[in-house]
């Protein structure tokens, strides 16, 4: 009779693993495809925290960083891209009914990011709201993490976008020739205004006061022992539209950040995860004041959206040891191995943004039809940390 065989022993998962993640530089490089244009793609992540078992950005909730950029290069520049965060995280401590659902506060103190596809960059500051993690199962493998976040800034613009390379001349003939009309009528109303102050002064030196030169250089008549009437020249000129920057806009923005990390564990805890999400913004842009010829007025929509979609997969490699100065700073096990080793992505996006097409609108809608408002990109990278 054949012996009956040993029963092989299952592999054993070790969940002997730091609950914090703390380091200094992280790093990705690898390839890709845009709009069907080879890539290169370098990510880096400075001085970052994350709480939680495995090596997905924030999948269990909580994250800091003090720098963070993304890069897309393309060989003739059409395609480069570039994503720059400075001093940001998100804290959902705060149980909401239960402790699956925990909500927190979002902050990102700068963002700069610009497209060269879309030919738009944007530049924003005090990005706050709201973060939530949710997690619906006790064995904690799937997260839900999502940001509610708007601009703040006070009576400076929090937010502005500036659409590359658009300049005057970009404008349709029509709009070019309603522009000098009304810089002409300007330059006559103006005329008119210095003449009739310079008679005005004339009058008041009839009248026995005095002309005197102020510090700036320009002639004053006195009216009074603190009263002066400037005596208007052609240096009061002002111009009717600053065509220099007619492509920067202040633009205030809505945004909601959702993704889904499903965790499994093949080889080691927490070493394969699959994601998908999305975002959406709603924006409302700085009006064009009635300065500027409304030749194409009705073209132009000042609340357009960006939105996106991703999915992803991600394969950590292996495990690092947890490093001493780690252990300091964290109070964690000395020698523990840390759930953040070197991982392999693979990602699939799309980002479609309206905005920069919109302001291009207000002045040339033929050629704002031209523009690249969609950008479909594959990820292939290799991430690790120093």
């Known amino acids: 009779v054949k012996p009956k065989e040993e029963p092989k022993p299952k592999k054993v998962i070790s969940n002997d693993h730091a609950s914090s993640d703390f380091h200094f530089i992280r790093m990705g490089v690898g390839a ?21 078992s495995c090596s997905c950005d924030g999948a269990r909730g909580i994250s800091a960083y003090i720098l ?5 290069i393309s060989n003739n ?18 149980p909401l009914l239960s402790s699956k659902v925990k909500l927190g506060p979002y902050l990102n103190i700068s963002d700069n990011t610009s497209d060269e596809a879309k030919k738009e ?18 064995t904690k493998n799937l997260n839900i993490n999502i940001n509610a976040y708007w601009n703040i800034g006070g009576n400076n613009a929090a937010k502005t976008i500036k659409v590359n390379d658009l300049t005057i001349s970009d404008a349709s003939q029509e709009w070019q020739d309603e522009s000098k009309k009304m810089d002409a009528e300007h330059y006559q109303q103006e005329t008119e205004a210095i003449k009739a102050g310079q008679q005005h002064a004339q009058d008041l030196i009839n009248m ?27 240096l009061d000129r002002s111009t009717l539209v600053k065509k220099s920057s ?39 842009l700085e009006q064009f004041k009635g300065n500027f010829p409304s030749t194409h007025r009705n073209e132009f929509d ?48 799309v980002d479609n943004d309206q905005v920069a097409k919109e302001i291009t609108e207000f002045f040339n809608p033929a050629k704002a039809r031209d523009m690249i408002t969609q950008t479909k990109t594959v990820h292939f990278y290799l991430k690790f940390d120093f």
């Open 68 to 72: 963070k950029g993304d890069f897309d």
């Open 32 to 52: 890709g495809i845009k709009n069907n244009e080879p890539i290169i793609n370098v990510s880096v992540q400075g001085i970052g925290f994350e709480r939680g």
């Open 246 to 284: 007619i492509n920067e806009r202040e633009v205030d923005s809505f945004t909601v950040e959702a993704s889904c990390e499903l965790i499994s564990s093949i080889q080691k805890q927490d070493d394969l995860i699959f994601e998908c999400g999305g975002y959406v913004a709603n924006h409302k």
């Open 302 to 349: 000042p609340t357009p959206k960006s939105w996106g979609t991703h999915v992803g997969i991600e394969y950590r490699l292996w495990d690092q040891k947890e490093t001493q100065l780690a252990s300091e700073i964290l109070d964690e096990r000395r020698g523990k191995p840390f759930n953040f080793g070197p991982s392999l992505h693979l990602s699939y996006q």
């Open 77 to 94: 520049k059409d395609l480069d891209s570039q994503k720059i965060k400075v001093l940001g995280g998100r804290y959902p401590i705060i």
């Open 121 to 138: 960059r944007y530049k924003s500051w005090f990005n706050t709201g709201l973060a939530c993690n949710i997690q619906p199962f006790s």
């Open 208 to 234: 026995g006061y005095q002309k005197t030169r102020g510090r700036d250089g320009r002639e004053y008549i006195q009216t009074g022992s603190y009263d002066f009437y400037k005596i208007p020249t052609e």
